[in-house]
């Protein structure tokens, strides 16, 4: 992955923030032991592995910060990526949404810089009231996180004590009978030492019909200054969550004729799960930080995470059958799955500069190690009932104990290890002035171990899957063609492993090689309005080759012949236009292709269509900073997204008959408008409305197939609010 700032957690917002809503933005700046990066300059101790500058980093980051989080009421991380340019959201699972990034899922999480398993399945979609920021990477993120797709990367970066104290708090309450509560305390203990606490409740019913959520969130955090030079900061927190849970709409069957398949056209409220569709996640986590300035050019930083997570899903789903125009009669599958899983995350690194060429050179040399350990066991109940989609009724809860085994019930269970460390190093390095290169790379250990188990018995021997010294790549260079204009160029890899599937070898007895993704971008930023606004246009070409397939003929043996490739064009502002007026969001194009496939129907056929080729986020909102208007602010959002098609194509016999009808279903271009006004009270108190889809457009938020997994998006609601901030 990018280098320098490619670890997102010291990559924070770039704008310096003068709206007269200080709440957010104060908390953002007075975080202690908080990297702020304002114009340029940086305040206190860095949060992650780097001070660069947004502007100087060669890759594409976006960052969603506190103020834009209050402003558009982004509760969840869903709800920020939602919001973010070039990410699509899909998912079958109602509850597990998958992100998507040129081309591809996003399976790296940092917090705080430090990478983990801690946001894989099991764990649920985290709500953003624990956290301060979000940074989101576009592109291979390799060498800061290790495995994963040439995607991209997420960073969390936890809420810290603040410097001085506050309390803050929100009461909200909205369509759908959402109630939401937050209370977040800030105070120092001593001179060096301080705390911060916060807890929140959300409470409210889905759109859909039975649906209800809740989820209840702490967090504490404490540090304290030892000596002059080290700091120590611990923290924690718990989360609760209960939701509803689906497995979305099925669409309409492909013709006979070979023609596609379609979406149903039914009310959005309508609900396939049953009404005792219920999921239950429980989930702690805790850190320990030490970070030590040796001098005033190189620190020291060791981080060590651990996380818990038990989940139980019980609920009723349709089976991946389609429907037709006249009988909307499908089958009905009963799931139980119990799930855990602990992670272990450790994290150390120096960051320095050196003089050389008669400027600061800065060097970043660390090691970090990554565990997880996840057990399973679930039941299945399959075709234990129907259900019309045209006049849905909920069917009957039957028995399902993962534990047991009984006449019908399928049981499976695993427990499954997993094991990664590396060492990193990356050089930002200017021989000239307006020129810097950048280079760096990672050697990468990884292991994993499943065992499957059946009741409380062990299945067969643990099959094991590693690989040593996977060496990940970075270069980059940046030309500042003058202070605020730069042009820049970058290459990035990235691995993702692959464990062989019942067996099967490569035909050459070798073990089966990860993907490998490499990525090309090049491209431009700008900075404006006296460094407030942030403009940045890149280019990019990802591959991704080693896919595999099986052999039809030969049930022992796989080939990896599949290589897939995205390309596309992103385009950003964030920042302030005008004092007071704020824009964030921007334009991306995509394009996925398969190259080689085993199945020649698919090469030139796109590789994920569920992601626009053009799609466009923006949000602005104007706060007049004096005036007669001081205290007021308003906001619009628009999202818009290209057509895109999910699903396969009809194939055909030799002879020309059809063998399989078409599963293509198709969501037209369109586009969702949100609003929001605001006022400022006093220095205290604000009050604010949000209205989202305000013009109540009814479409497909997802697409999956004419089996399952369409799910409308959300229609027209409306959220109010109070904040209130003491000193």
């Known amino acids: 992955m990018g280098l320098a700032a490619l670890c997102l957690p010291a990559l924070p917002a770039w704008a310096e923030p003068v709206s ?13 032991g908080e990297e702020i990066i304002v114009v340029g300059k940086s305040y206190g ?3 992650g592995k780097t001070v660069t500058p947004l502007k100087d980093v060669p890759n594409t980051i976006t960052v969603i910060d506190q103020e834009l989080i209050q402003q558009r009421n982004l509760f969840t991380l869903e709800d920020a990526l939602t919001a973010t340019n070039g990410v699509t959201i899909t998912g079958i699972s109602s509850e597990d949404p998958s992100y998507l990034s040129r081309g591809f899922t996003i399976n790296n999480y940092l917090v705080d810089g430090v990478p983990t398993f801690a946001f894989g399945f099991p764990a649920v979609v985290p709500d953003l009231f624990l956290y301060d920021r979000v940074e989101v990477l576009r592109g291979p993120a390799g060498l800061f996180s290790g495995a994963g797709n040439p995607a991209g ?20 309450y909205g369509s759908f009978r959402n109630f939401r509560g937050e209370v977040d305390v800030s105070t120092p203990l001593d001179p060096v030492s301080g705390i911060r606490l916060g807890a929140m409740v959300q409470d409210q019913d889905q759109f859909f019909d039975v649906a209800h959520r809740y989820r209840f969130a702490a967090f504490g955090v404490a540090d304290t200054r030892i000596g002059d030079n080290t700091t120590l900061t611990v923290g924690g927190n718990y989360d609760l969550f209960k939701p509803a849970i689906q497995s979305g709409l099925p669409g309409i069957i492909g013709g006979a004729d070979g023609s596609e398949g379609r979406l149903l056209d039914v009310a959005r409220s309508t609900y396939l799960g049953a009404d005792w569709n219920r999921f239950r996640s429980e989930s702690w986590s805790g850190f320990v930080e030490l970070a030590h300035r040796v001098s005033d050019r190189w620190t020291l930083r060791a981080t060590g995470l651990l996380s818990d997570v038990d989940r139980i899903d019980v609920y009723s789903y349709i089976g991946n059958q389609p429907v037709t125009p006249t009988n909307g009669v499908t089958s009905h599958i009963a799931y139980r799955g119990d799930s855990t899983m602990q992670t272990r995350s450790f994290d150390f690194n120096g960051v320095g500069s050196f003089p050389a060429f008669g400027r600061e050179q800065t060097l970043i040399l660390g090691a970090d190690y990554q565990a ?11 075709n234990y009932a129907t259900i019309n989609v045209y006049d849905p009724v909920s069917p009957t809860e039957p028995d399902l104990d993962p534990y047991t085994l009984a006449t019908g019930k399928a049981v499976n269970g695993s427990v499954t290890d997993v094991e990664q460390y590396g060492l990193y190093g990356q050089l930002r390095l200017s021989p000239l002035a307006g020129l810097t290169l950048v280079g760096g790379g990672r050697m990468t250990w990884w292991d994993t171990t499943i065992t499957l188990i059946s009741g409380q018995l062990v299945r067969g021997l643990p099959s094991t899957y ?13 030309w500042d063609v003058t202070r605020d204009l730069n042009l820049y160029a970058s290459y990035a890899d990235s691995f993702t492993p692959q464990a062989p599937v019942g067996g099967r070898i490569r035909p050459d007895g070798r073990a089966l090689e990860p993907l490998i993704g490499e990525q090309y971008e090049a491209g431009s930023k700008l900075s404006l309005m006296d460094k407030r606004l942030l403009l940045s246009a890149a280019v990019y070409q990802i591959t991704q080759k080693n896919r595999v397939f099986n052999d039809p003929n030969l049930d022992t043996i796989v080939y990896q012949i599949g290589k897939v490739r995205a390309r596309g064009v992103e385009a950003e502002a964030s920042g302030e236009i005008l004092p007071g007026w704020r824009i964030n969001g921007g334009y991306s194009y995509t394009r996925t292709e398969y190259l080689e496939d085993a199945n020649p129907v698919l090469e030139g056929l796109s590789l994920l269509p569920v992601i626009p080729e053009n799609m466009v986020k923006l949000f602005t909102n104007y706060e007049p900073v004096d005036g007669p208007l001081a205290g007021a602010s308003i906001g619009a959002g628009v999202t818009w997204f290209d057509s895109t098609w999910a699903g396969n194509p009809a194939f055909y016999n030799a002879n020309g008959t059809l063998r399989t009808r078409s599963s293509i279903v198709r969501q037209g271009a369109y586009a969702v408008a949100d609003v929001r006004a605001g006022y400022r009270i006093n220095d205290n108190l604000s009050l604010a409305i949000n209205v989202n889809n305000l013009f109540d457009r009814s479409y497909y938020a997802r697409i999956s197939s004419t089996g399952r997994g369409n799910y409308y998006g959300a229609p027209r609601t409306v959220f109010a609010s109070i904040r209130a901030t003491l000193p």
Do not use: H
Request: hydrophobic share 35%.
């Open 20 to 32: 007269s809503e200080r709440a957010a933005e104060d908390d953002a700046e007075d975080q202690r």
């Open 153 to 172: 990367s997420i960073n969390l970066v936890r809420k810290r004590p603040l410097d001085e104290r506050r309390v803050s708090a929100l009461a909200g």
């Open 466 to 478: 590693s690989f040593d010294e996977r060496f990940t790549p970075y270069a980059g260079v940046v």
């Open 45 to 47: 101790q860095a949060v």
């Open 372 to 382: 997880s350990t996840s057990t399973s066991a679930s039941a299945r109940r399959s």
